[in-house]
């Protein structure tokens, strides 16, 4: 994560954030470190990943199996986090 200083002196924001993610293995850039489920797969779509707001979130964890991320949901991502976004099961 790369942190960016304000340079508005007395300024009540906070440093800007970088990110940087993999959504089916494409590289996508975050500038929060805590988004939700839903934020990051529309900044995966804005950055051209081929995928929909509806598909299903999975974060990857080597060592730690996986877990689906619901779109309200908040995930602490740091630079390299792998994420899996499929569509959704159509069981009807």
């Given at each position: 994560m790369t942190?960016?200083?304000n340079p508005v002196e007395g300024a009540d924001h906070k440093p800007a954030v970088k990110v940087v993610v993999e959504v089916n293995n494409d590289k996508v850039t975050l500038h929060e470190d805590r988004?939700?489920?839903?934020?990051?797969k529309a900044?995966?779509?804005a950055?051209?990943?081929p995928?929909?707001?509806?598909f299903q979130l999975i974060l990857k964890?080597?060592?730690?199996?996986?877990?689906?991320?619901?779109d309200n949901e908040?995930?602490?991502?740091r630079d390299g986090d792998k994420f899996r976004a499929i569509p959704p099961d159509d069981n009807s």
């Open positions: 942190q960016v200083s988004p939700t489920g839903a934020e990051i900044a995966a779509i950055q051209g990943v995928i929909q707001p509806t964890k080597p060592g730690h199996g996986s877990r689906v991320i619901g908040e995930v602490h991502v």
